[in-house]
């Protein structure tokens, strides 16, 4: 079965830094856009950084400069590498991978991982 499997959140200090991961199953890695989303109690899940099949990235303006996305075809593993981490970072973030060409019609998350940036 065809999963993602988000990992790597937890406790933070403002300032910090926290590693996600997003290891897929199943899946022609290559052939998927890949994005990392966030949702806080009470908001709506929001987007937070992409990156296509060639490498290209786009992030949200609340996280440019501290976040980076990243992918490793080889490893079929995604990354979101968090630094100068602030409260408002708070949130269970999701990894999400949505397919081109014939694998258009597909669209996987993962379960979500807590991060939570608190002193």
């Known amino acids: 079965q065809e999963q993602l499997v988000d990992s790597g959140g937890g406790l933070a200090q403002p300032g910090g830094s926290l590693r996600l991961s997003c290891a897929a199953s199943r899946i022609t890695f290559s052939m998927y856009i890949l994005a990392w989303y966030r949702q806080a109690p009470g908001k709506q899940r929001e987007l937070v950084a992409t990156?296509?099949?060639?490498?290209?990235?786009n992030y949200a303006d609340s996280v440019k400069g501290r976040f980076t996305i990243s992918r490793d075809n080889a490893k079929i593993t995604g990354y979101l590498e968090m630094n100068n981490l602030k409260p408002e970072d708070t949130a269970v973030y999701y990894c999400?991978?949505?397919?081109?060409?014939?694998?258009?019609?597909?669209?996987?998350w993962g379960q979500g991982t807590q991060v939570t940036v608190s002193s």
């Open positions: 990156i296509t099949r060639g490498g290209t990235t």
């Open positions: 999400n991978a949505r397919g081109e060409g014939i694998f258009r019609s597909n669209d996987y």
